[in-house]
């Protein structure tokens, strides 16, 4: 797409980014009960009735995927996840989870860090369907 | 004999190994959150004459009717079955095992004292009715898509880990299949039903009253003082 | 953000009384970000109405769909199928978001169920203070980042006036003057010297409706200018 597109993963980068928020972040994911309550919250969820929608999905498969492989994701995965986050996801921070996750956060940062790689959510994906 | 030698440990030791695992879980994950959040500055909020004229404060007929629409378009509102099973199946948790007839008796023996307990007849029916809940839960996650997109095999075993001490005491009180095997499947299942509440998802028993009183957000329940 | 607020609910029910079919359209930009506008909301005030309506034993059909963002075309576009199954349309959305869809289905009516107030920051949840005019003549370099046009009743560019009492606004005691802010931010930081001079008097020119195109993307748009000539 653009040159930045072949620039290599700086995992350090990422790490460092990780790091600061890591007790946050992974208490989060840990506690996820997995119980698509947070589903119906979602405008998106509720216009498309697709399980990429649903929250907890955009936050596990984008910021849980990279605190698992501890920040050495590879390209192809960032692009993989970047539908979900931007497109999938406008940000407005309005998803309901009964057990009190936080989950625009970790959609937030997963977004910081694929922007840090090179991996933007290009208008008009920068916020929901084109 | 083998056996009894496993029985001794698992109702002694390894009990007591179970309960302050499941305390000092607690206890950790408390601190560790105490540790992850931090006070917000109180705020004072003196609105000016403008603001009380224009956005003045509604009736509590309003406010009133304002709950029950919130209530409506609440979980409860909306998934009947869903919130009202959830809600069922996570009292039952507690109050089954505390209860129960013949966990108080064993309490009488060791210690000498006990709690209220329901009848028999009543722990077998509410038995019943956990595992019929647990049942639903588990077709929920393989029936329904957006359910089923989030779950894994991490997911399962925590719902066995969960259901395995109610199956188990389910078949020691009818005494099927060998009532020696079962009882200790019974008591491990239990102990490592404690333990796994501090290791995995099932720490949302304490989370969940900690993130949703103390964290302000749109859906706190208290006045929600501390943030991230 | 622009921070609105939902109207009382006759004010929705006089506009929408005499129609059978209502869409109320959500948006999920910055009315859904201050809880005015969003998913949640529509279905609140679905709910209110349908209540509402039935103790007058009318019975209208009023549905819900939230969309991304109500000020862009793009976004407004999943509604053209839908909105004939509609004789009147609720909005959600600010002002702005309102009159697009206005001038997007011409032939609907359409309603704003939400007051735009201001542009403003979420202080915490729930709570919205204004911060910006929109004037078009930033002067936050010079004021230390505080706006005398938002944060002074007098908008004075060559404050404070003589009815600042002890810091606060001869307005009302709650408001703190502006000017004297200003002065003390600068004091601190040791630029006092940039409000010594005097501001000329401001060009009202947000005075008239506002539009402009960004320098770079002006070549993809044919262009009037005032006195009329295209190019």
């Known amino acids: ?130 | 004999m083998g056996e009894t030698h496993l029985y001794y440990f698992i109702r002694g030791p390894l009990l007591w190994i179970a309960f302050f695992v499941f305390a000092g879980g607690i206890v950790f994950r408390t601190v560790q959150f105490f540790k992850l959040t931090r006070k917000k500055d109180p705020l004072i909020y003196s609105p000016t004459k403008n603001h009380k004229e224009r956005y003045g404060k509604s009736s509590v007929q309003e406010r009133k009717m304002q709950f029950a629409i919130s209530l409506k378009n609440s979980i409860l509102g909306q998934h009947q079955a869903v919130a009202i099973f959830t809600s069922l199946f996570h009292i039952l948790i507690f109050i089954l095992p505390i209860f129960l007839l013949a966990h108080n008796l064993l309490l009488y023996e060791s210690w000498n004292f006990s709690l209220w307990s329901f009848s028999e007849s009543t722990g077998d029916t509410l038995t019943i009715l956990f595992l019929f809940l647990a049942g639903f839960f588990f077709f929920r996650r393989v029936a329904v898509a957006k359910v089923r997109a989030l779950s894994r095999a991490s997911d399962f075993f925590v719902w066995l880990i969960t259901v395995t001490p109610f199956l188990t005491g389910f078949i020691c009180y009818r005494q099927w299949f060998d009532y020696h095997t079962a009882l200790i499947m019974h008591i491990l299942s239990g102990e490592l039903m404690l333990i796994a509440i501090t290791f995995t998802k099932l720490g949302h028993m304490v989370f969940f009253f900690l993130a949703r009183f103390f964290i302000g957000s749109e859906f706190s329940l208290g006045r929600g003082t501390r943030t991230w | 953000m622009i921070i609105a607020k939902i109207k009382p609910l006759e004010e929705v029910k006089a506009m929408i009384k005499d129609f059978k079919r209502i869409l109320n359209v959500g948006c999920a930009g910055c009315t859904a970000v201050c809880l005015a506008g969003g998913q949640k909301e529509v279905d609140t005030l679905n709910t209110k109405l349908a209540l509402s309506f039935k103790e007058e034993h009318t019975s209208p059909l009023i549905e819900g769909y939230t969309i991304e963002r109500q000020c862009e075309s793009q976004f407004l576009a999943v509604l053209d199928s839908m909105v004939e199954d509609y004789d009147a349309l609720l909005s959600m959305a600010c002002g702005a978001g309102i009159q697009f869809l206005a001038e997007r289905f011409p032939d609907m009516k359409v309603f704003p169920a939400v007051n735009t107030t201001f542009v403003g920051v979420n202080r915490d949840i729930g709570w919205y203070e204004e911060r910006c005019q929109c004037c078009g003549e930033c002067v936050l370099g010079i004021t230390g980042g505080i706006c005398p046009v938002t944060m002074c009743a007098k908008v004075l560019f060559n404050g404070p006036c003589g009815g600042s009492q002890d810091g606060h606004c001869e307005v009302d005691k709650n408001i703190p003057c502006a000017w004297v802010n200003i002065y003390k931010r600068l004091k601190a930081q040791g630029r006092l010297e940039q409000i010594l001079n005097v501001f000329p008097a401001r060009d009202w020119k947000n005075q008239t409706q506002g539009t402009f195109v960004l320098e770079e993307y002006q070549g993809r748009y044919s262009y009037k200018d005032k006195e009329g000539s295209q190019t």
């Open chain 1, 1 to 130: 797409m653009t040159e930045t597109t072949f620039r290599p993963i700086d995992v350090k980068k990422i790490q460092k980014m990780l790091t600061p928020k890591k007790g946050k972040m992974k208490a989060l994911l840990s506690f996820c009960a997995h119980c698509g309550l947070c589903a119906e919250s979602c405008f998106l969820y509720r216009n498309h009735l697709d399980p990429k929608y649903v929250p907890a999905y955009k936050a596990i498969n984008s910021l849980g995927k990279i605190y698992k492989k501890k920040g050495r994701v590879d390209r192809n995965q960032l692009e993989e996840m970047k539908e979900l986050i931007f497109k999938n996801c406008v940000l407005c921070g309005r998803c309901y989870c009964p057990l009190g996750i936080d989950i625009p956060s970790m959609i937030s940062l997963a977004r910081t860090i694929c922007r840090s790689q090179g991996v933007y959510g290009v208008f008009p994906y920068s916020a929901g369907e084109p």
